[in-house]
């Protein structure tokens, strides 16, 4: 059973940074990747950025180039996502996923996260 924990969302001022955290367990094969994902109050569901699980390469949506930075721990089967000069526009509850296809019509999950909340204050 694929099982993904999030941790690491709070309260942080405009301009701060916070690492959200994703451990993976349960997976059987190598070719996936894992994503995160944020949902604000009233919006649709969108994905953040994502990292192959298997050579690493990463991708990032327009609103997070420049500000977080996404990586895995191999050992420790963990992802994180390191978000920089947060904005109030990045209030969300954050997810991690595990997928195949990131971006493409063909994206397929496998397993979610619980989510954790990321408050910007002004």
């Known amino acids: 059973e694929v099982q993904l924990v999030e941790s690491g969302g709070g309260l942080v001022q405009a301009g701060g940074s916070l690492r959200l955290s994703c451990a993976v367990s349960?997976?059987?094969?190598?070719?996936?990747?894992i994503g995160w994902f944020r949902q604000a109050p009233g919006a649709e569901r969108e994905g953040v950025s994502c990292?192959?699980?298997?050579?690493?390469?990463?991708s990032y949506a327009d609103s997070a180039k420049g500000r977080f930075t996404i990586s895995s721990d191999g050992a420790k089967n963990t992802v994180y996502l390191q978000m920089n000069s947060l904005k109030p526009e990045d209030t969300a509850v954050y997810y991690c996923?595990?997928?195949?296809?990131?971006?493409?019509?063909?994206?397929?999950?496998?397993?979610w996260g619980q989510g954790t909340l990321v408050t910007v204050s002004s």
């Open positions: 996923a595990a997928l195949t296809g990131w971006a493409s019509p063909l994206m397929t999950f496998y397993g």
């Open positions: 990292i192959s699980m298997s050579d690493g390469s990463t």
């Open positions: 349960g997976f059987t094969f190598d070719d996936y990747a």
